[in-house]
T-cell receptor
Framework: DAGVTQSPTHLIKTRGQHVTLRCSPI?????VSWYQQVLGQGPQFIFQ?????ERGRGNFPDRFSARQFPNYSSELNVNALLLGDSALYLC??????WGRGSYNEQFFGPGTRLTVL | AQSVTQLDSHVSVSEGTPVLLRCNYS??????LFWYVQHPNKGLQLLLK??????LVKGINGFEAEFKKSETSFHLTKPSAHMSDAAEYFC???????????FGKGTRLHILP
């Protein structure tokens, strides 16, 4: 079975531009989460979607937005790019569904490396 | 609030010697804890997870971790390091009501020949 896929693998943009990153979850997974990993740091949570609804949002500005489609794939959009947005953007999928003790293991994609010049 | 602190940003060990990567956590209730590994230019891979069952958790590639509530620790160990273990390791805490997970800053493991 295919794992989590992300596109593109690498992207170079200039300041002020807009970017869209895409993620396809593992078949059967209904939850997608997005993370930003700046060089030398651990991933930081950006968004989580489940059944096309936003379930969680990290401490990121409104320039960051996301959505989930009926097929459970997802897009992360970043407007007005800044140099500091340069990072590896990771997508993770899980089965979804919550409850105490019912952790759903997240499976990570290889990431999209975004460079802002 | 939940958080994890990885006590070492870099650890170097010789091949064949034990590995110890340290992690302390903070959580307002019983946490779920994980270790992930990230090899260069590869995605994150789950090594092992603790979800309130046995306190000694065995993972892949010979790694294991022990949950110690009294010390709020979840250190990762391996009896004998292999060159292929060289990677970045992340300690992670999760909250039960959703899948939000919080990563530590990572420990870079170097294996010396």
């Amino acid at each position: 079975d295919a794992g989590v896929t992300q596109s593109p693998t690498h992207l170079i943009k200039t300041r002020g531009q807009h970017v869209t990153l895409r993620c396809s979850p593992i078949s059967g997974h209904k939850s997608v989460s997005w993370y930003q990993q700046v060089l030398g740091q651990g991933p930081q949570f950006i968004f989580q979607y489940y059944e096309k609804e936003e379930r969680g949002r990290g401490n990121f500005p409104d320039r960051f937005s996301a959505r989930q489609f009926p097929n459970y794939s997802s897009e992360l959009n970043v407007n007005a790019l800044l140099l500091g947005d340069s990072a590896l953007y990771l997508c993770a999928s899980s089965l979804g569904g919550w409850g105490r003790g019912s952790y759903n293991e997240q499976f990570f994609g290889p990431g999209t490396r975004l460079t802002v010049l | 609030a939940q958080s994890v602190t990885q006590l070492d940003s870099h650890v170097s060990v010789s091949e064949g010697t034990p590995v110890l990567l340290r992690c302390n956590y903070s959580s307002s209730y019983s946490p779920s804890l994980f270790w992930y590994v990230q090899h260069p230019n590869k995605g994150l891979q789950l090594l092992l997870k603790y979800t309130s069952a046995a306190t000694l958790v065995k993972g892949i590639n010979g790694f294991e971790a022990e949950f110690k509530k009294s010390e709020t620790s979840f250190h990762l160990t391996k009896p004998s390091a292999h060159m292929s273990d060289a990677a970045e390791y992340f300690c992670v805490v999760s909250r039960d009501r959703d899948d939000k997970i919080i990563f530590g800053k990572g420990t870079r493991l170097h294996i010396l020949p």
